[in-house]
T-cell receptor
């Protein structure tokens, strides 16, 4: 079964501390992994995807196929990073493009 | 604003009533997706359209739900005989599928959602 698991509902850190939001997935084929972010009173938006291998707003995520993980990391958290973060996957072999989301993790960066 | 728009933003209804939501995708996006998000959960796929054709429906979409995308532009999602369990945020997303390749770089752009409360 296809599944995305984000084990932490809430992650609270102080400004300047490192951040790691965990994401594990279960998928039998070859997935494409994403991180979406939703800031307060804003719509869901794409933060980054594994195929791009880029850093967005200081965040990076590496796909670890052995551990089936796609953790989101940032070395120094900023207050403006406070938001809800969703990990999501979609099939690279299916033509539907539908996304399967995890339950989400609220990141709270304290001053 | 050229993003995905949804109307209404909030809907409160009584159990048993019918409701209809509208989604206007980004112009020229050929794919349109509907998701449902309940409290404390991530969005869950409901159905999607390629132009005017509805190509897949989730098992979450009972026969009380119907979606259309006439002329391949805006889409409507109707829920008949609403139940309290239908209370959720209904999200719409659009994507320029196939323009840059089958799956690569085909980002889904989400609307603000319609929050449904069934009393």
């Amino acid at each position: 079964a296809q599944r995305v698991t984000q084990p932490e509902k809430l992650l609270s850190v102080f400004k300047g501390a490192p951040v790691e939001l965990k994401c594990n997935y279960s998928y039998s084929g070859s997935p494409e992994l994403f991180w979406y972010v939703q800031y307060s009173r804003q719509r869901l938006q794409l933060l980054l995807r594994h195929i791009s291998r880029e850093s967005i707003k200081g965040f990076t995520a590496d796909l670890n196929k052995g551990e089936t993980s796609f953790h989101l990391k940032k070395p120094f958290a900023q207050e403006e990073d406070s938001a809800m973060y969703y990990c999501a996957l979609r099939s690279r072999s299916s033509n539907t493009g539908k996304l399967i989301f995890g339950q989400g993790t609220t990141l709270q960066v304290k001053p | 604003d050229t993003g995905v728009s949804q109307d209404p933003r909030h809907k409160i209804t009584k159990r048993g009533q019918n409701v209809t939501f509208r989604c206007d995708p980004i112009s020229e996006h050929n794919r349109l997706y509907w998701y449902r998000q309940t409290l404390g959960q991530g969005p869950e796929f409901l159905t999607y359209f390629q132009n005017e054709a509805q190509l897949e429906k989730s098992r979450l979409l009972s026969d009380r739900f119907s979606a259309e995308r006439p002329k391949g532009s805006f889409s409507t999602l109707e829920i008949q005989r609403t139940e309290q369990g239908d209370s959720a945020m209904y999200l719409c997303a659009s994507s320029p599928w196939g323009v840059l390749g089958q799956w690569s770089y085909n980002e889904q752009f989400f609307g603000p959602g319609t929050r449904l409360t069934v009393l």
